[in-house]
């Protein structure tokens, strides 16, 4: 069934995550797989009408299962981690499955027990519509608190897993470094065998799985944490299709030090999984040129979270829709080859562009470039001149602009040896505006959905940019780790260089 299993590490995937399954949702008032709102409009692409076939194929990323009471389910694909704290109200068994028994004290202490509790958190207004059945309020950056208070998916209890080692927003022992993470995994990796414990149940029930999504922050310890399970992922499934989103944090208004270890997470991280993933693809908004026309406060993960998910969400639909519709899937792997021609580049750029009509003129468009790596030395000329190795438009009722679309090509027949690989991949669904996402979108204030498109590339810009990742970030690392990491940035940057002359001053000879 093509089935693809989502991995989704720490906070900021868990908040993106979110939207992800939002999106996705069964919004139908029979199933028991979601949380509905009476007497709301139809607020996703995921419902149809009975005798309406959906575009989509739930069965990629959604697994149908029996609750509790007999009923049918449908659960999405995932495995969650976080740590203590970090699942707010949310609760590892739900409406759909029974509690199970717990062993009482006295059954493992023969002498005196006192029995402490942590007192639960009490669900927001909007879970608790949501599970009444009531009119939801409109969420806000308060009342937002977890990345569970706006959810409107069920998971599966085997999908909850709670790490006890740290503790959420911990001012004692925060985990923020890579090495951090990479050793919390092997501990506990030694004792309970993560892969088989909580990975394994969901691809053994995959009929023909087609590829592995990871969600994970890679400028926090999460990257390290995330390296390590990839690394025993590819073990495992060494020909399956691993792709990464790699998520980073806004850096504005955090102090120096912390810019300075954020840097260093973010190189140990795309150094370690360009080495295991089949794509990689870092995802952060600008901190300068923002663009116009998003309303957005950058502390809240709410809502930078909904941001970066439009953008994953839109560039793999062509992943999910059903056989034999007008718009003909592709699998994860395909858009890997079309991004990695040469095999030797892992590492992808995203840009999208939003609109709330369709033919919206390009003055109307909200364009974010999801790319920063090292986007401080570099001035936006060297962008424009950047030759194309691969490239992946996905469009939603939204086409390329003028200028992109002259570079398209007429077919996407065999490409010749050499030439850049370039797919265009149309759909007329248009990206739900739902009630659990943000207004960030004045433009869009009184839309239900909005088109979009995004631009998945490797292109030869990115070796200057890995270039300035090297050099900003190996001056704050000891001198044993000094080596290893410049010379791994090093080899990824020589394989986005080409021997051309772009009529630029140009002092990248020396990677």
């Known amino acids: 069934?093509?089935?693809?299993?989502?991995?989704?590490?720490?906070?900021?995937?868990?908040?993106?995550?979110?939207?992800?399954?939002?999106?996705q949702v069964e919004q139908l008032p029979t199933t028991s797989s979601a949380k509905t709102v009476t007497d709301q409009p139809q607020e996703s692409y995921f419902t149809y009408a009975a005798d309406?076939?959906?575009?989509v194929d739930h069965n990629v990323h959604w697994r149908a299962g029996v609750g509790a009471d007999g009923s049918d389910t449908f659960l999405p694909r995932t495995v969650i981690y976080d740590l203590k704290g970090g699942f707010g109200s949310l609760r590892k068994i739900n409406a759909l499955y029974e509690p199970e028994s717990e062993a009482t004290p006295g059954a493992l202490w023969s002498g005196p027990s006192v029995v402490q509790k942590q007192q639960p958190l009490e669900a927001?207004?909007?879970?608790?519509?949501l599970d009444s059945g009531s009119q939801a309020p409109q969420l806000t950056t308060s009342t937002v608190r977890y990345w569970s208070?706006?959810?409107?998916?069920?998971?599966?209890?085997?999908?909850?897993?709670?790490?006890?080692?740290?503790?959420?927003?911990?001012?004692?022992?925060?985990?923020?470094?890579?090495?951090?993470?990479?050793e919390l995994y092997n501990v506990l990796d030694r004792e309970h065998e993560l892969v088989d414990r909580d990975w394994r149940p969901f691809a053994e029930e995959a009929d023909q799985m087609q590829g592995i999504q990871v969600f994970t922050s890679i400028d926090d310890a999460w990257g390290g944490f995330a390296s390590s399970y990839i690394e025993s992922l590819r073990d495992e499934y060494p020909k399956t299709c691993i792709w990464v989103w790699g998520l980073q944090s806004p850096m504005l208004g955090i102090p120096r030090s912390k810019r300075q270890l954020r840097l260093v997470n973010t190189a140990h991280s795309i150094d370690q999984l360009c080495a295991q993933a089949t794509t990689l693809v870092p995802v952060a908004l600008p901190e300068t040129d923002f663009p116009a026309g998003i309303s957005m406060d950058s502390r809240s993960q709410w809502h930078t979270s909904a941001a970066m998910a439009t953008a994953i969400e839109t560039a793999t639909l062509q992943t999910r829709l059903t056989q034999g519709t007008a718009d003909q899937p592709v699998s994860?792997?395909?858009?890997?080859?079309?991004?990695?021609?040469?095999?030797?580049?892992?590492?992808?750029?995203?840009?999208?562009?939003?609109?709330?009509?369709?033919?919206?003129?390009?003055g109307d468009r909200i364009d974010i470039d999801f790319f920063q790596i090292g986007r401080g030395g570099l001035g936006r000329q060297r962008d424009r001149e950047a030759r194309i190795f691969g490239q992946v438009f996905s469009c939603r009722a939204l086409g390329p602009k003028g200028d992109e679309q002259q570079d398209l090509p007429g077919h996407q027949g065999r490409p010749v040896i050499g030439s850049p690989v370039i797919r265009k991949y149309e759909s007329s669904l248009r990206f739900p505006l739902l009630d659990s996402y943000p207004r960030i979108y004045p433009r869009a204030a009184d839309q239900q959905d909005i088109a979009v498109l995004t631009n998945l590339s490797s292109n030869t810009f990115m070796a200057p940019r890995i270039k300035t990742l090297r050099t900003e970030s190996t001056r704050f690392v000891g001198v044993e780790e000094?080596?290893?990491?410049?010379?791994?940035?090093?080899?990824?940057?020589?394989?986005?260089?080409?021997?051309?002359?772009?009529?630029?001053?140009?002092?990248?000879d020396d990677i």
């Open 1 to 23: 069934m093509r089935e693809i299993i989502t991995l989704q590490l720490g906070q900021l995937s868990n908040y993106t995550a979110t939207h992800f399954w939002n999106t």
């Open 52 to 55: 309406e076939e959906s575009p």
């Open 124 to 129: 927001n207004a909007y879970q608790q519509s």
């Open 149 to 182: 208070d706006f959810s409107r998916a069920y998971f599966h209890p085997r999908s909850l897993v709670q790490l006890y080692d740290f503790e959420l927003n911990s001012t004692t022992m925060p985990f923020e470094r890579f090495a951090m993470g990479s």
């Open 332 to 362: 994860l792997d395909y858009m890997a080859e079309s991004l990695n021609p040469a095999g030797n580049q892992p590492l992808a750029s995203m840009e999208m562009s939003l609109a709330p009509e369709t033919d919206a003129p390009d």
């Open 482 to 508: 000094r080596e290893a990491l410049n010379n791994g940035l090093a080899e990824l940057a020589e394989a986005y260089r080409e021997d051309w002359s772009s009529g630029s001053d140009d002092d990248d």
